[in-house]
């Protein structure tokens, strides 16, 4: 493990900064609530914490829209409040990540009010401005593209009109946010999640996107048309491996890439001879069908396209994905545990996820998500997978002392920390004995990971490194399965009972049953 850097050997935590914990009663998580909740994810063994955006912003994407790159948004607190955060979490042997919005700033950024000014004020080549739009959609639906009626030109946003894209092939642009990133990094910060990083620069000549014959009718109108003039445009590569050259020059640090690409397209952000991000997020379990082949092939996909010395990464859920035991059901989320604790490389937890949270249906009335308010209906809503951290049974189950900013939902009799806590057997039990049981284990991190194979319901592979080889078994259906092992121990099972039983021959799963095999 002394020689994989720590966000190789560690586990990131994804915090969504308005839902973790609030400190003030104005009913929005803050940074003085993720302090108080540092030994909280010091003991369930995480290494580092990614936090969403806490930077000024109107909140019109709930901190996607950044009004100024280098401040804190008083909803979440101060600077003060920031540095203190990052040096008790440092105390406590945690690292700290945070988003990097490149793509686009909010409309209320000083740069874009002076950019749509006028024509020739000299920030408005800062955003994208043409004299005509072409057929590139919003990501929020409905066009890109807005019409500025002072200065008779439309402006170009990927997502809400209130989030115009930065023009990165202007050098300016570029060197301003480069410093932006030297501003946080010399702060202590120690990496940073680089949002939407496959779109940051856009076709030069802004060719029309080809119809996609694929698309249904009721697709959200980005998936109509083939994002290929907007998106994962050859050039973003060069940017990256600037952005990864600043990381370079501090000790330390890691860069990760928010990209939705298929898995081909998605390694090549490792870069050239790996100077691009260290890592590319993997999204594909959110995407994988919980089939056992689903999830072989998409484990063997992505070993397979790896290059060579790429480091690899997981990921079970996030802000903007339908949470996973909604996804895959309650019964199956001990399953995906296990099988994202034993796969190779660095894995992302997204708050929640580790007690088992699911979505929490929102009243028509009560949306928050500009997604789902400009296209109602077609499910694009993300505020299920965002609600309160569940810390207790109470009311506003621990999360603030006032009206929460999105419902907690039905309380679930154990669904909530200080319930796992006092039960024998838990998911939070769970998530900790495996986090502790991969600290203790490298081959679990760096080990090759070999003979995955199906049969039926059961997925099985192993990882192996030259001193041990250890056996993962996943029933991922109803109905108990029977399997064979090499002679070996159970170090751990989602079934309490059978851990640390000898195994030779034949082993039964019950049903949504996982462990992992210490083969002699
Ligand atoms: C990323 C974020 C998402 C946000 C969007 C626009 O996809 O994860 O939450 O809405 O970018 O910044």
């Known amino acids: 493990m002394q020689e994989m850097n720590w966000w190789q050997r560690g586990i990131v935590y994804e915090v969504y900064a308005r839902s973790f914990q609030d400190s003030n009663g104005d009913g929005v998580g803050d940074l003085n609530g993720i302090l108080d909740r540092l030994d909280y994810l010091v003991r369930l063994g995480i290494s580092a914490i990614w936090i969403s955006p806490i930077y000024p912003s109107p909140m019109a994407d709930f901190g996607y829209d950044v009004e100024d790159y280098c401040a804190i948004d008083p909803v979440f607190g101060t600077m003060a409040d920031f540095d203190r955060l990052v040096a008790e979490a440092h105390r406590r042997g945690l690292r700290m990540i945070l988003d990097f919005v490149p793509n686009h700033s909010s409309d209320r950024h000083p740069w874009f009010l002076e950019s749509r000014a006028s024509v020739d004020n000299p920030k408005r080549d800062w955003y994208l401005w043409r004299d005509q739009p072409n057929n590139w959609p919003s990501n929020f639906g409905g066009s890109a593209w807005e019409w500025d009626e002072t200065t008779r030109q439309y402006y170009y946003h990927s997502f809400l009109k209130e989030q115009p894209d930065l023009n990165w092939r202007n050098p300016a642009v ?10 946080w990094l010399d702060r202590g910060v120690d990496g940073f999640r680089v949002d939407v990083m496959w779109m940051i620069i856009k076709d030069e000549l802004f060719r029309d996107n080809p119809i996609n014959a694929e698309s249904r009718d009721a697709a959200p109108s980005n998936h109509r048309l083939l994002p290929i003039y907007n998106t994962n445009r050859p050039e973003v590569h060069e940017i990256v491996a600037e952005m990864r050259s600043i990381m370079d020059q501090y000790s330390n640090r890691v860069l990760i890439g928010e990209i939705y690409l298929p898995v081909e397209q998605l390694v090549t952000y490792y870069g050239q001879n790996l100077t ?3 890592l590319p997020f993997n ?7 919980w089939t056992a082949e689903a999830l072989r092939q998409t484990i063997s996909s992505y070993q397979s396209a790896l290059p060579m010395g790429a480091w690899p990464n997981w990921v079970l859920g996030n802000h903007d994905n339908s949470r996973l035991a909604t996804r895959i059901g309650v019964r199956q989320a001990p399953v995906a545990a296990v099988l994202l604790l034993t796969l190779p490389g660095t894995l992302t937890i997204y708050y929640g996820e580790e007690i088992g949270m699911t979505d929490v249906p929102i009243p028509p009335d009560e949306v928050q998500d500009p997604a789902e308010k ?13 609600t309160p951290m569940l810390w207790n049974d109470s009311e506003s189950a621990g999360f603030t002392v006032g009206k929460p900013w999105l419902t907690v939902g039905v309380h679930y009799a154990g669904r909530d920390v ?10 939070l039990k769970l998530y900790r004995r495996l986090i502790s049981l991969r600290g203790s284990h490298p081959v679990l991190v760096n080990g090759s990971l070999n003979r995955i194979a199906t049969d039926g319901d ?3 592979y192993e ?12 029933n991922l259906g109803s109905t108990p399965i029977q399997t064979f092992t090499e002679p070996g121990r159970i170090l751990l099972s989602t079934d309490l009972a059978q851990d640390g039983r000898e195994v030779n021959g034949r082993v039964e799963l019950s049903d949504a049953q996982a462990c992992i095999i210490e083969l002699y």
């Open 458 to 460: 059961l997925l099985r």
């Open 418 to 427: 200080a319930s796992q806590e006092r039960a024998d057997y838990s998911m």
């Open 174 to 183: 570029r060197k301003a946010m480069y410093d932006v990133l030297r501003f």
């Open 463 to 474: 990882r192996a490194n030259e001193a041990a080889r250890y056996l993962t078994l996943l």
């Open 374 to 386: 400009n296209q109602p209906g077609i499910g694009v809503g993300r505020d299920p997978e965002r």
């Open 283 to 289: 999204f594909l379990l959110l995407q994988a069908p």
């Open 276 to 278: 691009g991000a260290h």
